[in-house]
């Protein structure tokens, strides 16, 4: 009886475990550690290296499921941030954008799968805080997602990381302060974690 009693369990475990495979959609949204590409100072030549603050991300994606990999479609808005010094003060530099990462992916045993594919981004916005900058040289780019996840009933958890292909800079200026003009990478290097619910 007991015997019998823990294969049920495993079985009803491993079902649950299995529950977000398959073909369908859902929801997702999570957090970041992202930094922006570095910021170079025209009149001054100081290069500055950025540090990596948290953002946040929200979407949708859908799943074509087959029996040892998968095709999964997102379309999610990011936010992300860095923090430059110019001239001794801190500046934010916050920018939103639309992604859509193509991820095919790999089941490696049980829950757990690993996947990878190109990430299209669209850049809606770029403000760097208290000085008037230009729009991005490319509103639509194009990046590498990479992670690991694992399905726990309709609950996703993975870890991505994601890197843009090419420098996608905007260029700054301050006109009421010397010294500041230059130009800013807005490609982003981010780690995200992210939890996604079948619908």
């Known amino acids: 009886m007991k015997k019998t009693f823990l294969v049920v369990a495993f079985a009803l475990i491993g079902s649950a475990a299995m529950a977000q ?3 369908g959609f859902g929801i997702k949204a999570g957090l970041s550690y992202n930094k922006n590409g570095d910021l170079v100072n025209t009149v001054t030549d100081a290069v500055d290296d950025p540090e990596g ?3 946040y991300h929200f979407g949708f994606w859908g799943k074509l499921d087959f029996p040892k990999i998968y095709l999964r479609p997102e379309l999610v808005y990011s ?3 860095s923090s430059y010094d110019i001239n001794g003060d801190s500046q934010d530099y916050d920018v939103s954008k639309l992604d859509m990462p193509v991820l095919l992916g790999y089941k490696l045993i049980g829950p757990l799968h690993i996947f990878a594919g190109p990430a299209f981004q669209y850049t809606l916005k770029n403000d760097l805080e208290g ?3 230009e729009d991005v040289e490319n509103d639509f ?3 590498l ?3 690991i996840g694992v399905n726990l009933g309709r609950l996703g958890l993975d870890v991505r990381y994601e890197r843009g ?3 996608n800079e905007a260029e700054f200026i301050d006109a009421n302060v010397a ?3 230059g130009r800013i990478d807005s490609r982003p290097s981010q780690v995200i974690f992210a939890a996604s619910l079948k619908l």
């Open 79 to 81: 936010k992300t941030k």
């Open 53 to 55: 603050k948290a953002g």
């Open 141 to 143: 780019t194009v990046g």
């Open 131 to 133: 000085l008037e900058i």
């Open 145 to 147: 997602n990479a992670g």
């Open 179 to 181: 010294n500041v003009e």
């Open 21 to 23: 495979s398959g073909s």
């Open 165 to 167: 292909f090419s420098k």
